[in-house]
Nanobody
């Protein structure tokens, strides 16, 4: 099993920046993909960005060029650097760890990001 703890969410003005962190523990070596998802009120949870264990990344079109996913293997931590934030980025952001074999699909508890003036 993998345990994830999200942090870093806050209230920020449009155009501002935030960095989210996701501290992982447990069977980390078995993880294939880690990513960030978000869920706005009344909407489905959606992928924001993800990174494979080989370092391949992909992003939602809505955040390309503004958000950057990265990781620090020494700290077992995944990050999401968010720049040029917009009100439509407001959501609860969740970290996810996924593996095929053995099956792992773990979620962090979520961290609230609010972009508002």
């Amino acid at each position: 099993q993998v345990q994830l703890v999200d942090s870093g969410g806050d209230l920020v003005q449009p155009g501002g920046s935030l960095r989210l962190s996701c501290a992982a523990s447990g069977s980390i070596s078995r993880i294939n993909v880690m990513g960030w998802y978000r869920q706005a009120p009344g909407k489905q949870r959606e992928l924001v960005a993800r990174m494979t264990n080989s370092g391949i990344t992909n992003y939602a079109d809505s955040v390309k060029g503004r958000f950057t996913i990265s990781r620090d293997n020494a700290k077992n931590t995944l990050y999401l650097q968010m720049n040029s934030l917009k009100p439509e980025d407001t959501a609860v952001y969740y970290c996810n760890a996924f593996a095929v074999n053995p099956r792992i699909n773990s979620w962090g508890q979520g961290t609230q990001v609010t972009v508002s003036s």
